[in-house]
DNA sequence: TCTACATATGTTGACCTTCTACACATCTTG
DNA sequence: CAAGATGTGTAGAAGGTCAACATATGTAGA
């Protein structure tokens, strides 16, 4: 396995989980998991970063949580979107676009 | 003017100011027109954010500096890349590409 | 049986980057 | 004469991510 060491740009996290949480309600450690597994290895939460996120999210209303149980038979906090979340996610989506291809095109100036 | 808050991805300021060098000597203050102006407006670097970086990456021995006079007459500091500079600008531009693959893919995940 | 790993949530403190706001200095334009 | 563009820089606050820790259970393999 290579050495990756990846930084998730600050700021992107939040949407990564609005974004998998509105594919239908899911506990934390499923959406790191999907996160892996959709990026195909390269994006990695840390629970560290994963935790205070959801956190975070709930507190702003973006995020409901319910507690619940895993596929596994485990307890779990459930997440659904909210209709904020939603406008929410919308709203970075754009920001996002809108960033990356500004990025793209300083990258690929020539003098 | 639409209000725009663009919290520059955070990490990408680095390589952004590297690419910009990396066209050609210029001080600090023309590096953040031409990011700004290149990006077609969308990304605007702060002096608060400039200035730290330049000198975080002079340390780094990515960027040289020497005085100078700019177009308009006045004492200016002028960056050019170093060796080690150009090869942290290419780690850098494969690693966004990753990244920014990455999150294309799941922003496109579909259920 | 014992160990390790997967599952699951959470906190702490350090680290780094960016931002706002300030400070200073000069030249040009209205 | 005032404002804005040009040019460099610092201080302190705010915020996010990370490594590391803590806890708990089930399961697979040696």
């Known amino acids: 396995m290579p ?4 930084d998730l740009l600050q700021g ?3 949407m990564l989980i609005l974004k998998i ?3 239908g309600p899911v506990h934390g450690y499923g959406i790191s998991q999907r996160i892996r597994q959709i990026s195909k290895e390269v994006l990695q939460v840390q629970q ?3 935790y205070p996120a959801l956190h975070r999210l709930e507190k702003r209303g973006w995020l409901e949580a319910d507690w ?4 596994k038979g485990r307890p779990a906090k459930f997440y ?3 209709a904020k979340g939603r406008k929410q996610l919308a709203t970075e989506q754009l920001n996002w676009r ?3 291809g500004a990025v793209g095109l300083v990258l690929r100036a020539a003098e």
């Not at 050495?3 to 990846?6: H, T």
């Not at 619940?68 to 596929?71: K, L, M, Q, T, V």
Request: charged share 30%; glycine share 8%; net charge negative.
């Open 80 to 82: 659904k979107l909210s």
């Open 98 to 100: 809108r960033l990356a």
């Open 68 to 71: 619940g149980e895993s596929d």
């Open 12 to 14: 992107t996290l939040d």
């Open 3 to 6: 050495i990756e060491r990846s």
């Open 21 to 23: 949480v509105a594919l």
């Open 48 to 50: 560290g970063s994963l």
